[in-house]
């Protein structure tokens, strides 16, 4: 079965620092490859996606993430986080052949100091 | 619609009661999902519409849970006899079908069970 860790639950980086939010994540094969981030209260928003292709993604927001396939990760940074970016942020895992059906990690929060 | 729609966005239930979540895709997505999301585990798969395929109701945890989905659009989960474990917040995806969509999530919709 396929599983996603991200193994810090909290992190917090002053404004202005670079970011990265660790992924790993265990399947078979290359799955399909997800980071969204959850304002409080809202719902989840897509950052990026990776296919295939160009292991290097660039999302939304200025975010982008690496697949490593060796590694088993998908790391998503920011070269300068703003205030606004405080938020819980999730990576997730799809199997090509399973649509959207979408196998969460546990969440990173993000907090800014300023 | 311009975006996924659940309704409604708050409800508190007494113990034992039935649930009725609704969930509005966007308009032409043939796929829809339902999550959970809840403190001590996180974020959920629990049931998967395509199309008229028979629902993949793999992540449902109990027979309480139910879900239907009428005319290929609106969907509607139902939480029999709740407990105080199902308080959480359950939230509603839709994508279309296919290699390298996405899934457009909700708002959500926040049970409290007391």
């Not at chain 2, 508190?12 to 649930?19: I, Q």
Request: aromatic residues 10%.
């Amino acid at each position: 079965a396929q599983s996603v860790t991200q193994p810090d639950i909290h992190i917090t980086v002053s404004e202005g620092a670079s970011l990265e939010l660790r992924c790993n994540y265990s399947y078979g094969a290359t799955p399909y490859l997800f980071w969204y981030v959850q304002s409080p209260g809202q719902g989840l928003q897509l950052l990026l996606k990776y296919f295939s292709g160009d292991t290097l993604v660039q999302g939304i927001k200025g975010f982008e993430a690496e697949f490593k396939r060796s590694q088993s990760s998908f790391n998503l940074r920011k070269p300068s986080v703003h205030w606004s970016d405080a938020a819980e942020y999730f990576c997730a895992v799809a199997s090509p052949n399973a649509g959207n059906m979408l196998t969460f990690g546990g969440g990173t929060r993000l907090m800014v100091k300023p | 619609g311009a975006g996924v729609s659940q309704s409604p966005s708050n409800k508190v239930t007494e113990k034992g009661k039935d649930v009725e979540l609704r969930c509005d895709p966007i308009s032409g997505h043939t796929a829809l999902y339902w999550y959970r999301q809840s403190l001590g585990q996180g974020l959920e798969f629990l049931i998967y519409f395509q199309g008229n395929s028979a629902p993949d109701k793999s992540g449902l945890p109990s027979d309480r849970f139910s879900a239907e989905r009428t005319g290929g659009s609106v969907s509607t989960l139902t939480i029999q006899r709740t407990q105080q474990e199902d308080s959480a917040v359950y939230l509603c995806a839709s994508s279309l079908v296919g290699m390298n969509t996405e899934a457009f999530f909700g708002q959500g919709t926040r049970l409290t069970v007391v």
